[in-house]
């Protein structure tokens, strides 16, 4: 459906983007994930022909675009902060670009109520000034601006990043939901690790223009390709040579000691039954415990390493802070990366790891 071939943009002498190498597939929900700066943004708007490379070709549905004005391309755009005329009424904002394009009025009637419908606006907000509507709201408002003009392809960029938490949690599903119903290929980009585990089909990881992996939520997360995403998805303890020794001597696992290994949080666990295979007993002492409600958070020093790990809090009896404690390690859980490379060392990366 779209393919970045060779996609290179600069900027003076600045290179953000060097050469990338991508391709999302029919009706998916595809994330470019990152820091900010990392190229993710300029990745979209590339794709939506606001940026022109300096190198290369987008392709979409097997023709190339990037020569094509924006408007040329059947893309629509949901901006950071939605993008929406305070002064007009919710429905001469769906409308706008009908009339940019003129259509006729009893077809841009007929576009704008179907659309409206499908997003769950009601006659009485089409209405009403985009002021007056919630957070939420708008951004309804701004996805069916988008959709009126009926596009092959949804672009998100950051549309939740200016909302609080709790309505942020609830509207990320509510376009998810909404991708769903379309059935439309949609690129969203985020900083925000958690949207992108929670809303995508699959993740591209970029790092200072370069993508260091493409996959699936789950792979990403369980199989970081590199060092870099390892760190920038989740949370992960990082384990001394002398730990991973450790395990290698109760286990009979070969890890390398001299590797950069890491442990993600829930994969730690005070009881030995905390995850499928043999668990290693590790002794400990209990550094630091903070109550979260659900869980309690810990970290254990352990052979050097601070282990961090979650606890339900299920009304148990738990070890307090300055005593010692066993944690329960698998060794397979270890993500290991060279040294130097940052590549990973394991032998189940996924068939998308490196591009």
Known sequence: MIRFENIEVTFGD???????HLEVKPGEFFTLLGPSGCGKTTA???LAGFIEPSAGDVYVDGKAVTMLPSDKRQVGMVFQNYALFPSM???????????????????????VRDIARRVDLSED??????????????????????LV????????????????AKLRHQLRQQLKDLQSEFGITTVYVTHDQDEALAMSDRVAVFNKGVVEQVGTPQSIYDESATEFVCNFIGD?????????????RRSGHTLNPAAN??????????????????????????????????????VLRCHGSDIRLL??????????????????????????YHPETGASLGSRLQEEARL
């Open 14 to 20: 600045f290179t953000a983007i060097p050469g990338l």
């Open 44 to 46: 979209l708007r590339t």
């Open 89 to 111: 009424s919710v429905w001469e904002n769906i409308a706008f670009g009908l009339r940019v394009r003129k259509e006729k009025p009893a077809e841009s009637e007929r576009l």
């Open 125 to 146: 907000q089409l209405r009403k000034n985009v002021s007056e509507l919630s957070g939420g709201q708008q951004q309804r408002v701004a996805v069916a601006r988008a």
């Open 149 to 164: 003009l009926q596009p092959k392809i949804l672009l998100l960029d950051e549309p939740l990043s200016n909302l609080d």
């Open 236 to 248: 992960s303890s990082r384990l001394t040579a002398e730990l991973v020794a450790e395990l290698n």
């Open 261 to 298: 290994s890491y442990l993600r949080v829930e994969k730690a666990s005070l009881e030995p039954g905390g995850g499928t295979g043999q668990a290693v007993p590790v002794e400990g002492t209990v550094v630091s415990k903070t109550y979260h409600g659900l869980h309690s958070r810990y």
């Open 311 to 336: 606890v339900k809090e299920d009304g148990g009896a738990h070890p307090g802070t300055g005593s010692q404690a066993t944690v329960y390690v698998q060794p397979s859980h270890v993500l290991q």
